[in-house]
C-alpha cells in the first residue's frame, strides 16, 4: 500500500492479529491471543497491572520484541503495512516512535540537538532536512531552549520530552510510550498528556499509551485496551472501560469513578470535567466552585474542620518528638553547570510516628533534603539533625549486591530488619528472583539493619520516590508496610512482628498515594517549604497538587473517593 | 554529580568553534609541549592550556587537572631524581638503596624530571580543556564519513562512561546507606555490580540505538560544515604557534641542556616564542559588546534582541 494511502487512513496505523509471545526461556508466555487495531490519528490508552503483558505488547510494536529480545512470536503485527515481525525496529522507526519509561537509557547524544538529529541521520536524509525537523519538532515540544543544553543536565521532564522528540522527529504515524509520567510530577506529567493529545490531533499521530495513573490521561483518550495475563481483557471507550473495571478489576478504577460508584451515581465519569457536569446535572455536588454551604456539604466541611484541627493540635498521640529538626537549612549542589542552592533555608520538625508526604515538582528539592538527612550532602548553612535514619533511594537495586537474601542481612539484626519487612521466609532467595515489591522490601531492610533497638524502629524512614512504575495494588502494600512502620497498624504480613513508631516520610509526585498513606503533607518549591499541614487539608487546597476526589468535590478536607462519597451521601467523613 | 570533564555547552568561542578549529588550537599547544624541553616555554604552554580552560569557563576541570598533572609531574621529578644519577651538582647524597643502589640527587636529574613534568601537566590540562569544551558529538560527526561505524561506537562509549560514573556514584550512596546490621560491601560485589549495570546499560542503548535506525544501512549524506565566526581566529592562531614554534626551534630558541650541567637559553628568540605561546592562551577570550545609550546616536543597539552576540551564541550551540 502507498504511503498516501497510509496517510489518508487507509490502513490502520496498528493491526495486532492473534499475537502470542514468550521471552527467551519463559515458563509461560508474555502475550496471548491478542487481536486489536488502532485506527490512525486514534489515541488509545493500554491499562492494566503489573506484568499483565502492557510493555511487551508496545515493544511488538515497534519491533523490539522479537528482533531484539528474541523468543518465540506467532500471530501478526503490522504497523503501517509494514510486517513488524519480519523487519526491524530501524525499518520501523520512520513509521512508528516509542517512549520507554526511563529516559535515561533512551538517550545516547551528548546534546539534545545532536540527539534529536540522530535518527534523521540514520536515515540518511540531507543535513537542511534535518535542521527543518529538529526546529519543528523543537517548537513542537516547546523546547528550542534545551537544543544547546547536554543531556545529563536536564532534569527528568526535560528528558523524557527531549527522548520523545527524537521518536517523533521522522513524524511517524504512530508513537507508543510506555507509562511516560511515572518519573515526573503532576504538572509535568498532566502537561505530557496534553502534549500527546495536542500532536495527536493536530498532527494526526496515533498514540498507544500504556498508564498506571489512568485518572491522568483517560479523558484524553479515545478507546482503552486492558492487558489481564497477558490477554486482551477489554476493547472500547473509555466510559464502558469504567463500568468493567467496577466488575472485573476495581485496582484499575480511577478515583473519581471510584467515588461515584461508591455513592451510586451512573455514568462513571472519564475525567474531573465529566464528573463535575454529571455532578451539576444530578443536583447532588458542590460545584461549580463548592461554596460548603448547608446540607451535605456543611457536615462534611464541619467534620473535616475538626479532624484538621486534631492534627494540628497534636492530639494524634506521638511517642517522642522532633526526630528530624531542620533550621535554616541551605544545600548548594554542583551538577556540572554553576551550583546552586537547592535547599534555601528550610525549617522542618518531623516526629517520630508521624506519617508525612514531601511533595513538590521535579528539582524542588525533595531527595536533596531526604539525603542531606541522611549526610549524603553537607549544609552550607543551618543545620539539621536527626535521630537515626534509613533511607531507600528511588533504586532500590542499588543496595542489592550479593546473590542471596541471608548474605546480604547476616545474623540476628539482619533476621529482624527481614520481619519487619516481612521477607523472613525468603532468607535463602536470590534477590533477583523477588518481585518488585519484595526488592523494595529487601532494600529497605537493608537500610534498617542494625539500626533497631530491640523492635523500636530508627527515628526516621525515608523513602525517596517509591511508587515508579508501580500498579495500585502494589502501592497498596506499601501503604500497609508504611502504616506498619509508623506503628499505627500490625504489619500483617509478617506474622508476629509489629515494629514501633518510626516517622516515615516519603518524597513523592503521586497525590493518590500520598493521600492513602500521609497524615501530613509538607510542599516544597524551589527549595523552601511552601506549605505544611494535614494531607486532608493540604491536597484538596490546589489545582496540580490535590487528588482526583478533590478536584471534582472542591471541598476543603475531602480527598479519598470515600471521604467523596461520604460527603454526597450527606455524612460525615 | 557530573564529571568536571564532562562536555559541558557553553556560549564561549572555543565551544562555538568547529571542532576542527577548536582542535587545532589546543594541539598547536600540545605540539609546542612536545617539540620543546626548555622549561621557559613548557611554562608558557601550560599558561596558555590554563587561560584558554579558564576564558571557556571549565574552571573545574582546569582545577583538577592542574592537581593531576602537577601531581604527575612531580612524581616524574622525584622518580628522574632517584634514577638518574648523571649530572656535576650534586644536592644530596642518600647513600645505597636497595634495588636502585647508589643515589645521588643531582639538580641536573630534577631539572630534567622537571621539564618532563611540565610536559605531561601541559598535556594533561590541554586534555581536560579538550574534553570539557569540544562536544563529542560534534568530533564523531565529523569523523562520521571516514569511519561510521567507528564513530558512533565511540559515541556510545563516551555516552556510557558518563552514565557508568553516575551509576558508580549511586551504587557507592547506597552502599553508604545500609544500616550497621547489613553486611559490608566490599569493592569486589560494587564492581560485579557496577558491571552487570552497565552491561544492562549498554543494552539500553543498544535497544535505542535500534529503534533510531542504527541497524539501516542508508547512505550517509555529508554533513553541512559546522561553521563559527570563531574558527579563522583559532586556526590563525594555532598556524601562527605552529609556525613560530618551528621556526624558533630552527634559531636554537629550544637551547636548553641538562647534563652534564643545566644550561637553559634565554635568548631573544626563547622569550619571544615564550610570550607568544602564553598569549595564544587568550584566543578564547569573548568580545564584550560595548554598551552604549540608546540616545547617543539616535540609533538603538540591540544587547538582548534577535541579533545580539548571545542569541547568536546560543543558536550556533544549538546547530541552527
Known amino acids: 500500500m502507498s504511503e498516501l494511502a497510509i496517510r489518508r487512513g487507509a490502513a490502520p496505523a496498528l493491526a495486532v492479529r492473534g499475537l502470542g509471545y514468550a521471552y527467551p526461556q519463559a515458563a509461560k508466555p508474555a502475550l496471548e491471543d491478542v487481536s486489536f487495531e488502532v485506527a490512525p490519528g486514534e489515541f488509545v490508552l493500554l ?41 526491524g525496529p530501524g525499518e520501523l522507526a520512520a513509521a512508528v516512535g516509542y517512549l520507554a519509561q526511563d529516559p535515561e537509557t533512551q538517550v545516547v547524544s551528548t546534546t539534545v540537538a545532536a540527539e534529536i538529529e540522530l535518527p534523521l541521520e540514520m536515515r540518511g536524509d540531507e543535513p537542511a532536512d534535518r535542521a527543518r525537523a529538529v526546529e519543528e519538532v523543537a517548537l513542537a515540544l516547546a523546547i528550542p531552549h534545551l537544543l544547546g543544553r547536554a543531556v545529563d543536565t536536564l532534569s527528568g521532564g526535560e528528558l523524557q520530552r527531549v527522548a520523545l522528540a ?34 495527536n490531533e493536530e498532527w494526526g499521530v496515533a498514540v498507544l499509551l500504556a498508564e498506571h495513573r489512568l485518572e491522568r490521561c483517560l479523558a484524553a483518550a479515545d478507546r482503552v485496551l486492558a492487558m489481564e495475563g497477558g490477554r486482551l481483557a477489554f476493547d472500547g471507550p473509555p466510559a464502558e472501560f469504567l463500568a468493567w473495571a467496577r466488575n472485573a478489576d476495581p485496582a484499575l478504577e480511577t478515583p473519581a469513578a471510584r467515588l461515584f460508584s461508591l455513592a451510586g451515581i451512573d455514568p462513571l465519569p472519564i475525567g474531573v470535567r465529566a464528573a463535575r457536569q454529571t455532578l451539576r446535572g444530578t443536583g447532588t455536588g458542590p460545584p461549580p466552585h463548592s461554596t460548603c454551604s448547608g446540607g451535605a456539604s456543611a457536615v462534611v466541611r464541619d467534620s473535616v474542620a475538626r479532624e484538621v484541627q486534631a492534627v494540628r493540635r497534636g492530639s494524634v498521640p506521638r511517642l517522642s518528638e522532633g526526630v528530624l529538626q531542620a533550621a535554616n537549612l541551605w544545600v548548594e549542589l554542583d551538577r556540572g553547570e554553576d551550583p546552586r542552592d537547592v535547599l534555601k533555608g528550610v525549617d522542618l520538625t518531623i516526629n517520630r510516628g508521624e506519617r508525612v508526604a514531601l511533595m513538590g515538582r521535579n528539582g524542588a528539592g525533595k531527595s536533596t533534603l531526604l539525603r542531606t538527612a541522611a549526610g549524603l550532602h553537607q549544609p552550607v548553612a543551618g543545620k ?46 536470590d534477590p533477583r528472583d523477588l518481585s518488585g515489591g519484595e526488592r523494595q522490601r529487601l532494600a529497605l531492610a537493608i537500610a534498617l539493619a542494625g539500626q533497631m533497638e530491640g523492635e523500636q524502629l530508627p527515628g526516621l524512614v525515608a523513602l525517596d520516590e517509591p511508587t515508579r512504575g508501580m500498579d495500585h495494588a502494589r502501592k497498596g502494600e506499601l501503604v500497609n508496610l508504611i502504616e506498619a512502620l509508623a506503628g499505627s497498624v500490625e504489619f500483617v504480613t509478617s506474622g508476629a512482628t509489629k515494629a514501633t513508631g518510626a516517622a516515615v516520610v516519603v518524597a513523592t509526585h503521586d497525590v493518590e498515594f500520598a493521600s492513602e498513606f500521609a497524615e501530613r503533607v509538607v510542599l516544597l518549591g524551589d527549595g523552601v517549604v511552601i506549605a505544611d499541614g494535614p494531607m486532608a487539608e493540604i491536597l484538596s487546597g490546589g489545582w496540580y497538587f490535590a487528588t482526583e476526589v478533590a478536584r471534582v468535590l472542591d471541598l476543603p478536607g475531602v480527598v479519598t473517593p470515600e471521604q467523596g462519597a461520604a460527603a454526597l451521601r450527606g455524612e460525615a467523613p | ?112 624530571g622537571l621539564s618532563g613534568g611540565l610536559r605531561a601537566a601541559v598535556t594533561i590540562v590541554a586534555a581536560a580543556v579538550y574534553s570539557a569544551c569540544v562536544d563529542p558529538d560534534r568530533v564523531l560527526r565529523a569523523l562520521r564519513p571516514l569511519a561510521g561505524r567507528s564513530a558512533l561506537t565511540a559515541t556510545l562509549v563516551s555516552r556510557l562512561v558518563p552514565v557508568a560514573a553516575a551509576d558508580a556514584a549511586r551504587l557507592s550512596d547506597a552502599a553508604r546507606l545500609r544500616g550497621p546490621g547489613a553486611a559490608e560491601v566490599g569493592k569486589a560485589p560494587l564492581a560485579r555490580r557496577l558491571l552487570a549495570g552497565s552491561l544492562d546499560r549498554a543494552v539500553d542503548v543498544a535497544a535505542t540505538l535500534e529503534l533510531r535506525g542504527y541497524s539501516l544501512d542508508a547512505p550517509r549524506p555529508r554533513n553541512r560544515r559546522a561553521r563559527s565566526r570563531y574558527d579563522r581566529r583559532f586556526y590563525a592562531v594555532a598556524a601562527v604557534v605552529l609556525v613560530a614554534a618551528v621556526a624558533c626551534k630552527a634559531l636554537g630558541a629550544d637551547d636548553f641542556q641538562t647534563y652534564p650541567s643545566v644550561e637553559i637559553g634565554l635568548g631573544g628568540a626563547t622569550l619571544a616564542l615564550s610570550a607568544l605561546v602564553a598569549l595564544s592562551g587568550l584566543a578564547p577570550l569573548r568580545r564584550t559588546p560595548k554598551k552604549r545609550h540608546p540616545a547617543a546616536d539616535g540609533t538603538k543597539t540591540v544587547l538582548y534582541g534577535p541579533k545580539s552576540s548571545r542569541r547568536r551564541g546560543r543558536e550556533e550551540m544549538a546547530g541552527v
Open chain 1, 47 to 87: 491499562a492494566g497491572r503489573s506484568a499483565s503483558g502492557k510493555s511487551t505488547l508496545l515493544k511488538a510494536g515497534c519491533g523490539l520484541v522479537p528482533h531484539f529480545h528474541g523468543g518465540e512470536i506467532e500471530g501478526e503485527v503490522r504497523v503501517a503495512d509494514l510486517d513488524a515481525i519480519v523487519v
Open chain 1, 166 to 199: 527524537a521518536a517523533l522527529v521522522a513524524r511517524p504515524r504512530l508513537i507508543l510510550l510506555d507509562e511516560p509520567t511515572s518519573q515526573l510530577d503532576p504538572v509535568a506529567g498532566d502537561e505530557l498528556i496534553w502534549l500527546l493529545r495536542r500532536l
Open chain 1, 384 to 429: 539539621i539533625t536527626v535521630d537515626s535514619i534509613a533511607l531507600l533511594t528511588q533504586n532500590p537495586s542499588d543496595y542489592l549486591v550479593r546473590e542471596r537474601v541471608g548474605d546480604e542481612l547476616p545474623g540476628e539484626e539482619g533476621l529482624r530488619a527481614l520481619r519487619v519487612v516481612g521477607l523472613e521466609e525468603k532468607v535463602d532467595a
Open chain 2, 1 to 112: 554529580m557530573k564529571s568536571p570533564f564532562a562536555y559541558q555547552p557553553r556560549p564561549r568561542p572555543l565551544q562555538l568553534a568547529s571542532p576542527g578549529a577548536s582542535v587545532a588550537y589546543l594541539g598547536a599547544i600540545v605540539v609546542v609541549a612536545f617539540l620543546y624541553s626548555n622549561p621557559l616555554v613548557l611554562l608558557a604552554a601550560g599558561i596558555a592550556a590554563v587561560s584558554a580552560g579558564l576564558l571557556a569557563g571549565a574552571r573545574r576541570a582546569v582545577r583538577l587537572a592542574l592537581k593531576m598533572g602537577l601531581g604527575l609531574g612531580l612524581l616524574i621529578v622525584v622518580v628522574n631524581a632517584l634514577v638518574v644519577n648523571r649530572g656535576e651538582t650534586v644536592l644530596a647524597r642518600l647513600g645505597e638503596w636497595p634495588l636502585f643502589g647508589r643515589i645521588d640527587v643531582t639538580l641536573e636529574a630534577l631539572v630534567a
